[in-house]
């Protein structure tokens, strides 16, 4: 692989060799000038150095970049990451993740430079795991543990005793520690939930000590204790983080706040919350704006009625008096001349005034547009307060080959309740809506469902990646016309050129958002929305239209969420906490 970035002369890709030297302490992938400085890579991550003979720093300097189908994501961008923890920002699609590999190195910029003085650790999430595969893997330190094995029995010559590192084994368990994972080094990797195993591959870059942590959001995956354990870290972390992420907990923890828009970037110093209020006060001064730049323009307007008003009078009483004959013709000629030259000259200037007014009025409403966030329309159910809902009465489930994780439960939801089911990664919460809705069946027990229902998962399951969004929605609301496509997913901040994008290019918030378009769209509108972790994909905009329009939503909501401002705002009328497995 090539590498993209510059400190004076070329850097190269090294070749990773496991942890096996006495004094090789950190197992990571490292730039280096002219292929100096050999490097350890753990298999799930990706890290770099440079040459450091200053203060770890990341510099991008002119940086563009487009997307195989010619979309300009970066043109010119200039942006200096120093030793502190920055939140990246931004609406989705905005080219979040593409920055961040643009940083690590995987993707090479069309022009422009990145200059990394330090090392940089960039994890890359493993969502499934392979047989056979264990958490030393992670470390790249499975031949090193297996070592000390071999010494520990007395079966290793004192060639490899040189070689063995016995501090490992301590540095690996504090790393998993700082990242709330207790277990061997020898634990399979199946062993684990997603979100164990997320947390696991953090461990294993923060093992490296690098001087910046580059994550792309890390907490996506998490539950209530491992999102704790993320956010702990990120409070405590000595080094710089680039960190990509809508979770405003976590973003709490950030020194600044770098926000992405197709414009450009901006950076605002201090947590979330001071970026909030920010944002929030720019939002009243860009209205003020508008208010202004309308008033404006309506008194340039009334300025040139008056004008022509006054000029339309003149006119008459100078028609007048040429017509009564009272005054030379000649004196009149020149005053008419007089007045024709000065009323040129008032409508030249009224006709530069009109055309400022007009062009700040446009400047102005063009900044509340690049601000006005778009708004999701949740349809009145007119869901009566008795109504049953949802009854579940003694079910036990869960997947076929597996002991079942639900275990005789019963749970009624009546009229517009709304029930937060709450667990730790691997206590069934996704298998339980699973139950719910239908697709599995309960191995003993009934489920109940006998209004309509809409389910927004946390994978957008129900769109068609080869279908485009237009084909999507229309498959899914029979019946619909174009046009009434085109309206809802409008509503969900869709223009009409997205209408023929397929929804396997959208990013995970654009799918979330166009999920809910095709749902919530039904003829009928649904009672009961259930809802699979359903801020894990949106932007901050998408997350706040989404709480916004759930405030006013008359009917059912069943929740599995692990986002605490959600939560929040969702004002749950009771929590359904399934058991640690």
């Known amino acids: 692989m090539g590498c993209t970035h510059r400190t004076g002369a070329p850097l190269q890709w090294t070749q990773p060799i496991p942890i096996s030297e006495k004094n090789s302490m950190h197992p990571i992938r490292r730039f280096s000038r002219h292929g100096q400085d050999p490097c350890r890579l753990p298999p799930f991550g990706i890290a770099a150095k440079t040459v450091q003979s200053m203060p770890a720093s990341i510099a991008l300097s002119d940086l563009s970049w487009s997307t195989p189908d010619g979309v300009r994501l970066f043109d010119t961008l200039n942006l200096?990451?120093?030793?502190?923890?920055?939140?990246?920002?931004?609406?989705?699609?905005?080219?979040?993740?593409?920055?961040?590999?643009?940083?690590?190195?995987?993707?090479?910029?069309?022009?422009?430079?990145?200059?990394?003085?330090?090392?940089?650790?960039?994890?890359?999430?493993?969502?499934?795991?392979?047989?056979?595969?264990?958490?030393?893997?992670?470390?790249?330190?499975?031949?090193?543990?297996?070592?000390?094995?071999?010494?520990?029995?007395?079966?290793?010559?004192?060639?490899?005793?040189?070689?063995?590192?016995?501090?490992?084994?301590?540095?690996?368990?504090a790393a998993l520690i700082r990242c709330g994972i207790a277990a061997d080094p020898d634990t399979p990797l199946t062993a684990l939930s997603a979100g164990q195993r997320t947390r696991a591959v953090l461990a294993a870059q923060i093992f490296t000590e690098p001087d910046f942590l580059l994550l792309d959001e890390p907490t996506n995956t998490l539950d209530r204790a491992g999102r704790q354990a993320v956010t702990a870290l990120i409070k405590e972390w000595k080094g710089g983080a680039i960190v990509v992420s809508h979770d405003r907990t976590l973003l709490e923890e950030m020194d600044a706040i770098v926000e992405l828009t197709p414009l450009g970037v901006t950076r605002y110093g201090g947590p979330y919350s001071a970026y909030r209020l920010r944002k929030d006060?720019?939002?009243?001064?860009?209205?003020?704006?508008?208010?202004?730049?309308?008033?404006?323009?309506?008194?340039?307007?009334?300025?040139?009625?008056?004008?022509?008003?006054?000029?339309?009078?003149?006119?008459?009483?100078?028609?007048?008096?040429?017509?009564?004959?009272?005054?030379?013709k000649v004196l009149l000629d020149a005053a008419r001349n007089r007045a024709e030259a000065s009323d040129g000259t008032n409508a030249r200037l009224r006709d530069r005034q009109r055309a400022a007014a007009d062009a700040a009025l446009t400047t102005a409403r063009a900044a509340v547009d690049r601000q006005r966030a778009f708004h999701m329309a949740l349809p009145s159910t007119g869901l009566?307060?008795?109504?049953?809902?949802?009854?579940?009465?003694?079910?036990?489930?869960?997947?076929?080959?597996?002991?079942?994780?639900?275990?005789?439960?019963?749970?009624?939801?009546?009229?517009?309740e709304r029930i937060v089911i709450a667990g730790p990664n691997g206590s069934g919460k996704t298998t339980l809506l699973k139950l719910m809705t239908g697709e599995l069946a309960p191995r003993r027990g009934t489920v109940a469902l006998p209004v309509p229902w809409a389910l927004l998962d946390q994978h957008v399951g129900q769109l068609d990646p080869a279908r485009s969004l237009r084909d999507n929605f229309l498959r899914l609301n029979g019946g619909a016309d174009p046009h009434t496509a085109r309206a809802a997913l409008a509503r969900f901040g869709f223009r009409a050129r997205d209408a023929p994008r397929r929804a396997g290019e959208l990013s995970g918030g654009e799918r979330v958002r166009a999920g809910l378009a095709c749902a919530l769209a039904a003829p009928v509108p649904p009672r009961l929305l259930i809802l699979d972790e359903p801020t894990n994909h949106l932007d901050l905009d998408g997350i706040a239209a989404l709480e916004t329009a759930l405030t006013t939503y008359d009917g059912a909501v069943v929740a599995v969420s692990h986002d605490a401002a959600f939560l929040k705002t969702l004002a749950a009328n009771r929590t359904l906490e399934l058991p640690t497995p």
């Open 80 to 173: 200096t990451f120093g030793h502190e923890r920055t939140g990246i920002v931004g609406r989705n699609g905005v080219g979040k993740t593409t920055l961040l590999r643009l940083i690590a190195g995987v993707l090479a910029p069309a022009s422009g430079r990145v200059r990394v003085s330090g090392t940089c650790a960039m994890p890359r999430w493993k969502t499934t795991a392979q047989p056979g595969e264990t958490i030393a893997d992670l470390f790249a330190a499975r031949s090193a543990l297996a070592l000390l094995d071999r010494a520990e029995a007395g079966r290793a010559d004192a060639e490899a005793l040189a070689k063995a590192d016995w501090t490992l084994p301590a540095r690996i368990a």
């Open 281 to 328: 006060t720019e939002a009243q001064a860009v209205q003020r704006d508008l208010v202004h730049a309308e008033k404006v323009r309506a008194e340039t307007d009334l300025r040139a009625r008056r004008a022509a008003e006054r000029k339309a009078r003149k006119d008459g009483a100078g028609r007048r008096t040429r017509a009564t004959g009272s005054h030379p």
């Open 384 to 416: 009566p307060s008795a109504r049953v809902v949802l009854r579940l009465d003694g079910v036990t489930g869960g997947y076929d080959d597996d002991p079942p994780v639900i275990r005789d439960l019963s749970l009624t939801v009546t009229g517009p």
